[in-house]
């Protein structure tokens, strides 16, 4: 994993913002959808974190603009992806029914097929 150090003295560095986990080490929560993993350079410890507790230490470290950069770059990528994912599947035949909840809104309607055809993208994606 390639980082970003953090300016606590390039103690810390950001290694990657992901869906990997979906707790939070610090705290505990469960079912988040991304995590960020920090290591500690000193120690060599990786951790994982949720977004809110990743950032309350971060003023004292001088570390927060270097997280939201980190969760913007997964978000942009996520959202190519998912951009990507819509288009094959549709090419692959896939087609879409209205949303049940969500009205004026689209869903794959074989969700089977759009897992795999994300699921491919996804892993032969060089995106950051």
Not at 84 to 108: D, F, L, N
């Amino acid at each position: 994993m390639g980082g970003t150090r953090m300016n606590a003295l390039n103690r810390f560095e950001v290694l990657a913002v992901n869906d990997d986990r979906d707790f939070c080490e610090c705290c505990g929560r469960q079912g988040l959808k991304r995590v960020v993993w920090v290591r500690d350079t000193e120690t060599d410890v990786v951790k994982h974190f949720g977004t809110t507790c990743v950032l309350a230490p971060s003023k004292a470290f001088g570390v927060e603009a270097d997280v939201k950069v980190a969760i913007a770059r997964f978000v942009s990528r996520e959202r190519a992806v998912n951009h990507m994912a819509y288009r094959e599947y549709k090419q692959r035949g896939g087609t879409y029914v209205a949303h049940p909840v969500i009205s004026g809104t689209w869903v794959p309607a074989d969700q089977a097929l759009f897992s795999k055809v994300r699921a491919e993208i996804n892993a032969r994606s060089d995106l950051y």
